[in-house]
């Protein structure tokens, strides 16, 4: 039996067809655990705080904040919290 680490995800995107194929995707993997999705990225920063993920899959393209500003925004007050962009 291996010792592996729980990995906590964050899924943010604006499209919800997105984010449940991305759980449903990381929903195979016995180490990750989704623990969140967000449509927005004010959510995201919310969220983050409230949940404290590990790694965040970050939409780039999104209506009034997009995921670059959503990530410096996260990464100012969370700098552990590593932010895959997707595109």
């Known amino acids: 039996m291996t010792d592996e680490r729980l990995i906590r995800v964050?899924?943010?995107d604006d499209h919800e067809?997105?984010?449940q194929g991305l759980r449903y995707f990381?929903?195979?993997q016995a180490n990750i655990d989704v623990i969140g999705e967000a449509s927005s990225g004010a959510e995201a920063i919310a969220l983050t705080a409230s949940?404290?993920?590990d790694v965040i899959l970050m939409?780039?393209?999104m209506p009034d904040m997009d995921g670059?500003?959503?990530t410096r925004?996260?990464?100012a007050v969370h700098p552990d919290v590593a932010i895959l962009a997707l595109t």
Do not use: E, Y
Request: charged share 15%.
């Open 10 to 12: 964050l899924l943010v």
């Open 17 to 19: 067809v997105v984010r």
């Open 59 to 61: 939409d780039i393209v």
């Open 73 to 75: 925004a996260i990464k």
């Open 26 to 28: 990381l929903s195979t």
């Open 51 to 53: 949940t404290h993920p």
């Open 68 to 70: 670059m500003a959503t």
